[in-house]
Every structure is written in C-alpha cells, then in structure tokens.
C-alpha cells in the first residue's frame, strides 16, 4: 500500500449571494433550512494556494459570532415564533 493520497477538504460546500451562486450564505446559513450552518473548509469554494487553516479558522469564528446565542433575545424571538407557526 505505498500509494499517495489527497484530501478534498476545500469546495463542497461553497458560500454564495445566493442559493443559485452556493449552498451557504456569508453569515455560514445553508440556504432553504434554518438552524443549520457550516464553518469548515468546505465553504471555500477554490483552492487557495497557500494553507487554507488560518482562513479556516477566520471564516469559522466569523460565522460563530453571528449564530444567537440560546439565551438571546434573537433566539428566544425566533423560538416564539417556531412555536407560534407549529
């Protein structure tokens, strides 16, 4: 078994304006669902050139503080009213 390997970890998950353009929005939100994000290297669509980690890590903290936190006003409102349709 002396054979090389690669990892695709980059582009199955592309962030775009648009359900059209990519999966997930800027904000990390896969467009058509709610509560469900991605925050990993999956969301750069194109191969860098240089080690994606620092990026990575960048794009993930980003969408991280845009999620509400559980005890937010922001996410006790959208909890209402999920509650409220049902």
């Given at each position: ?8 970890i980059l ?41 994606p980690s ?33």
């Amino acid at each position: 078994f002396n054979l090389s390997t690669t990892a695709h970890i980059l582009g199955g998950c592309p962030m775009g304006r648009s359900a059209e353009e990519g999966v997930i929005d800027k904000h990390g939100r896969l467009f058509g669902y709610e509560n469900f994000y991605v925050a990993d290297g999956s969301i750069i669509p194109v191969n860098l050139s240089v080690n994606p980690s620092l990026t990575i890590l960048a794009l993930s903290e980003w969408i991280m503080s845009h999620i509400p936190r559980r005890n937010s006003p922001a996410h006790l409102e959208a909890q209402d009213s999920v509650r409220h349709e049902s």
